[in-house]
């Protein structure tokens, strides 16, 4: 059984950083696609960014595009979401997931496992 741990999430300024962690276990990680998610108050679920298994090709939401970074460090078993620039509308949820498919989907069905989230909150 995969699970998927969040951290690095809390409150931060607009125009500050952070830097998300998901750590896994079980499984084998270098088999998966990793992703990251958010949903903010009110709103659905929404893709964020994903990284291949070898970490070769990343895709990224047009949103976020500039500011995020996917990264992962397979032997470490963690995938990273480093994010500069953040704006008040970064405010939301989020999650980490592990997907089996070879390409980088951007919905969330298409991940087999989730983690638990963490809360990222900008402040205007």
């Known amino acids: 059984q995969v699970q998927l741990v969040e951290s690095g999430g809390g409150l931060v300024q607009a125009g500050g950083s952070l830097r998300l962690s998901c750590a896994r276990s079980?499984?084998?990680?270098?088999?998966?696609?990793m992703g990251w998610f958010r949903q903010a108050p009110g709103k659905e679920l929404e893709f964020v960014a994903a990284?291949?298994?070898?970490?070769?090709?990343?895709r990224y939401a047009d949103s976020v595009k500039d500011r995020f970074a996917i990264s992962r460090d397979n032997p470490k078993n963690t995938v990273y979401l480093r994010m500069n620039s953040l704006k008040p509308e970064d405010t939301a949820v989020y999650y980490c997931?592990?997907?089996?498919?070879?390409?980088?989907?951007?919905?969330?069905?298409?991940?087999?496992?989730r983690g638990q989230g963490t809360q990222v909150t900008v402040s205007s």
């Open positions: 997931a592990a997907s089996e498919r070879w390409d980088m989907p951007v919905s969330i069905g298409d991940y087999d496992y």
């Open positions: 079980g499984g084998t990680y270098s088999r998966y696609t």
């Open positions: 990284i291949i298994r070898n970490g070769a090709n990343a």
